[in-house]
Antibody
């Protein structure tokens, strides 16, 4: 059973870069898509984007100009960087694994517990 | 971007009730619809993919139906451990988008 664990600062200043890492244990990075999803306090889920194990990325257009997701297969982890943050980026950030089945359906089949990142001076 | 709407955002039910949770897409998404369960302090759990495929280990009291723009998650007999928030998500086109969630409470 794969497990995912987010890590990184819980407080980031406005205009700075939010950086998080997700460590994958109990499974391989290969063959899957590795995603970040966030949830502002009291609100719903927002998909940020994914990196495929081949290195291909796909980002939410609403964040594309500020976000990058990268993979380090040697360390079995992947990372999120979100630049120029504002208070609107305050949220619980989840790392997750996506899969694509033989019928062409994508789905998120494993989630981390999430980490709260607050943007404040 | 495809908008997903879940209404109501909360509903009250009792153990043993049959519960239906609707989800609507702003355009046709065929059957590219997933359902997740979220409980406080626990990782989100995938319940159903592709509208109706029950994931391994998920109790058979959960089922999904629909196509196009209208979908439903049904819990045939609500159990105490089912009190949670349920989210639908479309995987027809990126960016993947989620409904606002429906909280099932006593």
């Amino acid at each position: 059973q794969v497990q995912l664990q987010e890590s990184g600062p819980g407080l980031v200043k406005p205009s700075e870069t939010l950086s998080l890492t997700c460590t994958v244990s109990g499974g391989s990075i290969s063959g899957y898509y590795w995603s970040w999803i966030r949830q502002p306090p009291g609100k719903g889920l927002e998909w940020i984007g994914y990196v495929h194990y081949t290195g291909t990325t796909n980002y939410n257009p609403s964040l594309k100009s500020r976000v990058s997701i990268s993979l380090d297969t040697s360390k079995n982890h992947f990372s999120l960087k979100l630049r120029s943050v504002t208070a609107a980026d305050t949220a619980v950030y989840y790392c997750a694994r996506e899969d694509l089945d033989n019928d062409g359906y994508y789905y998120v089949d494993s989630w981390g517990l999430g980490t709260l990142v607050t943007v404040s001076s | 971007e495809i908008q997903m709407t879940q209404s109501p955002t909360s509903l009250s039910a009792s153990v043993g009730d049959r519960v239906t949770i609707p989800c609507r897409a702003s355009q046709s998404i065929d059957t590219y619809l997933n359902w997740y369960q979220q409980k406080p302090g626990k990782a989100c759990k995938l319940l159903i993919s592709g509208t109706s495929t029950l994931q391994s280990g998920v109790p058979s009291r959960f089922s999904g139906s629909g196509s196009g723009t209208d979908f439903t998650l049904t819990i045939s007999s609500l159990q105490p451990e089912d009190f949670a928030t349920y989210y639908c998500q479309q995987s027809y086109s990126t960016p993947w988008t989620f409904g606002q969630g429906t909280k099932v409470e006593i």
